[in-house]
Structure formats: C-alpha cells, structure tokens
C-alpha cells in the first residue's frame, strides 16, 4: 500500500475520537460479527466478514500528527488519510491477541491477511467520518460511556478482593446468619372443612392416604371450603415452623407428622377443621463460615466499590454546576407502543458490531471490569 506524506492530521473533534475508539475497538468487544449500525434515518450498513476486521481492530492505529513524527518512514506499514499503522503498533496489536490467536500469524501469508483487514476497518472509519458519523449523537453518547468506564477504573480498580479482611468477613457471618443458615421446612396439603363431623367422613376415605398426593387432591377438589388453596390442590407450600403466614395450629400439627405420606388429625382453626397431608420436607440448612467465604469476600468487596463510587459520585456532583427541573418532567411524553412496532424499525441485534449499551440509556454505568460474581445467598436444597 502506498504510503503518502504531508497530509495534515483530522481535527480531534469528540466525535471524530469516538469514531477512532469505535473503530479500533480499544474499549469494545472484540469477538464482533455481523451487520453493524444504524442511523437515525433508518440505513443499516452491512460488512462482509466482519468478524476478523473486528478483531484485530481491538486496539487503534494512531494519526499521523501523533505517531509519524515519531517513527520513521521504514516503520510505516501503511497509511489510510490521516491514520498510520506502525511496525510497533501492528505487533502490539497481534501480541494483545491469546495464544491461540498468535499462533495464526507466524507466517508472512497470515500477517499480511492481519494487515490487510486492519486497513480495511481504518477505510471504513475514514469513510464514516468524512460522512458526519463522528458527529452522530448515538456516536457522541458511546464515546461519553466509554470515557466514564475508564475513568471508573482508574479511580476504583485500586480496590481489591484480596484486600478484604478475615475479621471483616468473620463480622458480617456473624451479624447475618439468616442469609447463610436455613431451618427445617415441611409442606403440606390441606382439606378445610365445617366441623369435625365432615372431617370425620373425609377421613374415612381411602383416597386421603398414602404417598401418591392425587386422591387428596380429589378430595380437596370434593370438599374443601378454602378457595385459596383448593384452587391449587390444598397445597400450602413449603414453610418453617417460624411461619406467620398460616395459623399456629397449623405449623404445629405440620411438624408432628414424620413421614411422607402421613395425615394429621383434625385441626380446629378459626374457619374450621383442617385436615393435613404431609408431602414434603427439608432438612435444616447449617453452613459453616469456610463454606461462605469467598462468598462474603465477593459481597463485600461489591458493597465496598460501591460505596467509594457513590462517596465519588457526590464529591463531583457538589463540584460541578448541577440544575435539574424535576418540575418540567410531565412535559415528557413516552410513547407507549411496545418494542420494535415502529414502521421499519430495525435494532441489531447483540454481538454484531453496535455498542450494547447503546440501545437503553444507563444513568449509572456499569462498574468498571464487572463485579465480583457473588454465589446465590440461598443455595437449592433437598
């Protein structure tokens, strides 16, 4: 490729630098493919094997006014306008890529496809600048998300997981023992009849007994007063013996009974007799403080990012000159028509080469690098 010199660099306007990030990918995924983009006016732009171009493009090529003063002409590999792509930068950007993908371009055939496809992505961000992309303001607003999330890392990357203490973490097991331990539950089915008379008769058919639930749930259907859970087959669900959500009497005589299977005596309550059937149980949950750790650990080393970022985000909201008019928000009309009904609507769909948190807008970024997963605080039970 030709290489041409004295042009003068592309002025820096924000947007032409969002297109330069966009398309040299610094702050976007890499493994990308598809169609990409849309305008405001509806035009879908499609690439052909997008995939590759993408992923080399992770990292960018400078302009000429940053890196050509600096590298010798012999350093250039080529040049697309007012973009330069160096020796230097082409072997960074082949050496940021995993092993598997290094091992692609050992050969002269492979490196110059590598070359090839980064020029084709700096054509094409030449192209979307001489034509106003830069200046779009889907554009402006993915280059404002991206300088936020890296301003995020650099203030709040400085905390750690590993820094979170052993006696910290020994404080919040002790201080939330109800996340971590669980006690027994059973769940049962109920019959609500009249009087004990009634009751009488129901037990007196066979169909109340045994493992199988389904002649219960025939009499349920025959004879209980309780629409709530008749519509259900008189299940109660699961529930401890700590439960306030249904009578005493009844939590009691759930967890007199012992085996599957087995039905109560008839229970007085304020609406009538109860009849119960136990039809499951759960054995009391007891976990020790090695079998949460790492899951406090996470927990608390989320709550603590976010704490610095909401101490950060009010330092900087009293520093800068913050007006809102919460008085003026009833002048906003939201269109109630569902997703996509628009005539001619078209959104790309995710993974192709459309910044994801382009489609909604997020009023707090995500923290930089992700949280620290966190295992789920109520673990499945037998």
Known sequence: MEVTEG??????????????????????????????????TGQVLSLFCVAPLLLLAAGGCRDVAK???????????????????????????????????????????????FLDNL??????????????????????RSMKQVMIQKLLKQEFDKVRIEDITESEIQQYFDTHQDKFNKPAEVRVSMILVPNEAAAKKVLEDARVK???????????????????????GGDLRFFDHKSRELPKEIVDSAFRMVNIGDVSEPVKTQKGVALLKLTGQRKALVRALDDVKQQIRSTLFNEKRQAMMGTYEQKLRKEAKVEVHEDRLSRVLVDPSPPGSEKGALSPAQGTFHPPFQNAPQASPAMPGGSAPAPAANSARP
């Not at 697309?80 to 930068?89: F, G, N, Q």
């Not at 961000?125 to 554009?139: F, H, I, L, N, Q």
């Open 67 to 113: 890196s050509h003063a600096s590298s010798q002409k012999s350093d250039v590999l080529a040049q697309v306008d007012d973009t330069v792509i160096t020796v230097s930068e082409f072997q960074e950007r082949i050496n940021s890529q995993t092993p598997y993908v290094r091992a692609r371009y050992n050969s002269p055939e492979h490196k110059k496809e």
């Open 7 to 40: 042009k003068q660099p592309c002025v820096g306007t924000p947007g032409q630098v969002m297109l330069e990030r966009m398309f040299t990918g610094k702050n976007f995924p890499t493994r990308l493919s598809g169609a990409w983009s849309r305008t405001r």
């Open 119 to 140: 020029v084709k992505f700096e054509i094409f961000a030449s192209e979307a600048r001489k034509k106003g992309y830069d200046r779009d303001p889907e554009v402006v």
């Open 210 to 232: 045994g493992i199988e639930n389904a002649g219960f749930r025939e009499l349920v259907a025959q004879y209980s007063t309780d629409l709530e859970t008749k519509e259900r």
